[in-house]
């Protein structure tokens, strides 16, 4: 079982920037890819960018050029850097973590852009 931490989460003004941390309780080294999702008010959660255990980033259009995400072996933490929020960012943001034996979900980590 591996348990995921969201934080870094909160209220910014269009424009803004905010780091969200996803803190593992297992070795993400192990993981096939570890991945933040969001689910903005009244749509499905989708997907914002997926990191390979090669390191290969990929991200939705939407982000693309704006949001970065990183991980910390040593930390067992990925991390999503967004810059030039835009409202339409608003949403709860997810870590989600495909092992081998199993995938797991954060509780989220609500992210509100606003002025």
């Known amino acids: 079982q591996v348990r995921l931490v969201e934080s870094g989460g909160g209220l910014v003004q269009p424009g803004g920037s905010l780091r969200l941390s996803c803190a593992a309780s297992?070795?993400?080294?192990?993981?096939?890819?570890m991945n933040w999702y969001r689910r903005a008010p009244g749509k499905a959660r989708d997907v914002v960018a997926a990191?390979?255990?090669?390191?290969?980033?990929n991200y939705a259009d939407s982000v693309k050029g704006r949001f970065t995400i990183s991980r910390d072996n040593a930390k067992n933490t990925v991390y999503l850097q967004m810059n030039s929020l835009k409202p339409e960012d608003t949403a709860v943001y997810y870590c989600y973590a495909d092992f081998p034996w199993n995938r797991y979900w954060g509780q989220g980590t609500q992210v509100t852009v606003s002025s």
């Open positions: 990191l390979s255990k090669s390191g290969s980033a």
């Open positions: 297992g070795s993400i080294a192990d993981s096939n890819s």
